[in-house]
């Protein structure tokens, strides 16, 4: 007999062995209020360095032309909101659809990216999209150095669970989670910006109740 064979007939033979319930008492988002929902989301964000700003629907195109005013070329998907697309073109700036596809080396180029979002986590300050045409595909939302997300506020949820709830209604789909900024340490734990995605993250939370 191996030893592998022995440390397996021990598994056996110490039999079944009882687990203690897992507790699921975290929050949920049908005990959360909706203004603490979207207040830990944005705290959550800023924790990661990310810019946050929440307006009201009328206020998108303002707030995405503020949000770019560093940069002088965008990318943005073939499906966003024309009003958005038209905003991101602002003050001159360039313009991009990726349709069709833009080259790796144009997207290198490409200053900044704006897409909508699926769904965000107030929990984890993790927003998701799901590459639907107003999001894009995965590497418009990686190579460019700025990302600006316009979530709305009644897609974010308190949870994983429940946003992923929201996902698994299209389980094909690919998705991107998002917690940040691209960031990582080096060996000395210096912080690194932007080594798998983009430096700079940007987020326009719409809540439509600021205009009733």
């Keep these: 007999m191996n030893a592998k064979q022995e440390i397996l007939n021990r598994i056996r033979a110490a039999g079944q062995i009882p687990a203690h319930d897992i507790a699921r008492d975290y929050l949920c988002g049908t005990e959360a209020s909706r203004s603490d929902i979207i207040a830990d989301m944005v705290a959550a964000l800023e924790d990661y360095t990310a810019i946050v ?4 629907p009328a206020g998108v195109g303002d707030a995405i032309d503020e949000m770019l005013s560093e940069a002088a070329t965008v990318v943005v998907p073939p499906g966003l909101d024309e009003s958005w697309r038209d905003a991101a073109g602002r003050h001159g700036r360039a313009v991009r659809i990726d349709d069709p596809p833009l080259s790796k080396a144009d997207l290198d180029a490409t200053d900044a990216v704006v897409t909508a979002s699926r769904v965000g986590v107030s929990l984890s ?4 999209l799901d590459g639907q045409p107003d999001q894009g595909r995965r590497a418009i939302s990686l190579v460019p150095d700025t990302h600006v997300i ?3 506020a009644d897609d974010i949820k308190a949870t994983v669970p429940e946003a992923v709830a929201i996902v698994e209604e299209h389980p094909l789909r690919p998705t991107t989670w998002i917690a940040g900024p691209s960031a990582t340490s ?23 109740t600021l205009d009733r």
């Excluded at 700003?53 to 009201?56: A, G, K, L, Q, S």
Aim: proline share 6%; no cysteine; hydrophobic share 45%.
């Design 53 to 56: 700003t929440i307006v009201p």
């Design 125 to 128: 300050g993790t927003i998701i």
């Design 150 to 152: 316009v979530l709305d």
């Design 186 to 208: 080096d060996i000395e734990l210096v912080r690194v910006d932007g080594v798998h995605g983009p430096r700079n993250l940007r987020v326009i939370i719409v809540d439509q």
